[in-house]
């Protein structure tokens, strides 16, 4: 199965609801109907998300009641647990973002508008391995948000601060 996401085509074995299944039947858990429909709405669309955001949206779906809150961050733990979703700690709070079929990358994240940018760069995976090398360390993978302001917040922030506006 191919996944293609903004950063390139993935090759994986099974899809995250087989994998999610298998998971959970490894520990002797049953996947419920709530489950079910966590991870199909969460790898429906490639977005970041929280887990207040997760909650919002699956709010509306008909599930033959409501999700309880202490399901979806169950849920969401046992996600990242499967390797399906990676958690990343951005202000305080904690966001989610697929993790299986998804190829290597890393963030910018804007601290005005809290968006992240997704992008790849061979440069820096080569300077990672250089480094890697240099100290004789083994690597399984990384993870880097570089923090600041994007073009469209600092465009705002420039205009509102503009001699002209005063007059």
Known sequence: MDVEFGLGVVQVASS???????????????????????????????????????IANVAHLDLGGKVSRPTVYRTLNELVEAGLLRRMSLGGRSVYEHDYGYPQHDHLHCTVCDRLIEFQSDELQLLRDAVAREHRFRVTGHRLIVTGVCHECSTKRHRRQSPLDLV
């Open 16 to 54: 995250p609801q087989e994998r999610f299944s298998e998971y959970l039947q490894s520990r002797g858990k049953r996947i419920t109907q709530q489950r079910r429909a966590l991870v199909e709405h969460v790898f429906r669309r490639h977005s970041h998300f929280d887990a207040d955001e997760l």
